[in-house]
């Protein structure tokens, strides 16, 4: 039984993060006397790491500082609607794990154009960095200048040395795509800004595939913009001629979208369906049930936590890009 208990499960019976729940157990500041010990006592009562209320946390390299930093552009990141927090949240309880302390910083635009370096890093407070979130070559080339224990987390470069962790999303785009074809719809339109993300760009070639495969026509002009050049959101243009299926590249977008056409008087999945991707989207329970890709963040998390844990310690592990498995959804929103 405790092998199966770890630190979330302690830390969703108190609503706190894991953070607080390893630095109670493990004697750490920062953590009330009181919670401190209310912690403990439910962490043997579940039968955490056995006789030990300590986590059975690896120990970090040698001489290092025992953090590993996440940094996050400001854009992508919101505690009440970010499938990026979501993510966070995973990563930091696999470090945790595996005997690293997570530390956070957001990124401003301004940061990114001025290269200037996160804090964390200039400060020298962390062995490894991951990047979690798409900022751009340039900002990329200069982090892995000052260090080299770099990982970027749902995004990749041109540049084949640097390791990443991302979505398969290429092939999941193509999947759910090719899934609406088959039910025997031949107008799409793809909702997404293509220049925005290599995420974004994968998954309308992937989108695009499956309307060749079909011999339908598809075209880049036609896609609908849900975000500037910076990642911000923008309005959506619902087009006049209504396609019968709007591919949208994230589920936050295509919530967007069935707000946008609710309020021209449009239905879904009645007048047209909307697909998603991710498997995350804010609570609205006026929300239609979306079809979406299922990207696990537990998984994704864990093969971004073993990589740069390996790096940190000088283990080996397999440079390049390593892609996470998914799901098709199938809902209401595509009937």
């Not at 990026?84 to 997570?102: A, V």
């Amino acid at each position: 039984m405790s092998e199966k208990v770890r630190l979330s499960d302690i830390a969703a019976r108190f609503n706190v993060s894991t953070v607080t729940v390893s630095k109670a157990l493990s004697g750490k500041d920062g953590v009330g006397e009181e919670l401190r010990d209310e912690i403990k006592r439910v962490a043997e009562e579940m039968g955490y790491c056995g006789k030990s209320l300590f986590p059975k946390i690896t120990a970090p390299v040698k001489k290092g500082t025992g953090n590993v930093g996440i940094v996050i552009p400001k854009r992508f990141f919101s505690p009440s609607a970010s499938y990026y927090w979501y993510l966070f949240n995973y990563l930091s309880t696999e470090l945790l794990e595996k005997g690293f302390y997570p530390i956070m910083e957001l990124i401003s635009q301004e940061d990114e154009d001025s290269l200037s370096l996160p804090h964390l890093l200039s400060d020298k407070k962390v062995d490894g960095l991951v990047l979690l979130g798409q900022v751009s070559e340039a900002y990329v080339k200069k982090v892995s200048e000052v260090c080299h224990n770099l990982l970027l987390l749902d995004f990749y470069t041109e540049d084949s040395s640097f390791t990443s962790v991302l979505a398969d999303n290429f092939y999941y785009s193509w999947l759910i795509t090719s899934k609406a074809i088959s039910l025997g719809y031949k107008k799409l339109r793809f909702v997404g800004t293509y220049k925005a993300t290599s995420s974004i760009q994968d998954r309308f070639l992937g989108f695009a595939k499956a309307l060749f495969d079909a011999g339908l026509p598809v075209s880049k002009d036609d896609i609908i913009s849900d975000r500037d050049d910076h990642g911000l959101d923008i309005p959506l243009i619902i087009p006049e001629d209504l396609p019968e299926v709007f591919v949208c590249n994230c589920d936050a977008t295509a919530v967007k979208l069935i707000a946008a056409l609710k309020e021209k008087g449009i239905r879904v999945p009645e007048d047209t369906c909307v697909t998603g991707f991710d498997n995350y989207t804010v609570n609205n329970q006026n929300q239609v049930p979306l079809t979406t890709v299922y990207i696990r963040p537990e998984e994704t998390a864990a093969q971004a936590a073993t990589l740069i844990s390996a790096m940190i310690k000088g283990e080996e592990y397999k440079k390049g890009r390593h892609l996470a498995g998914g799901s098709l959804i199938m809902r209401e929103s595509l009937k």
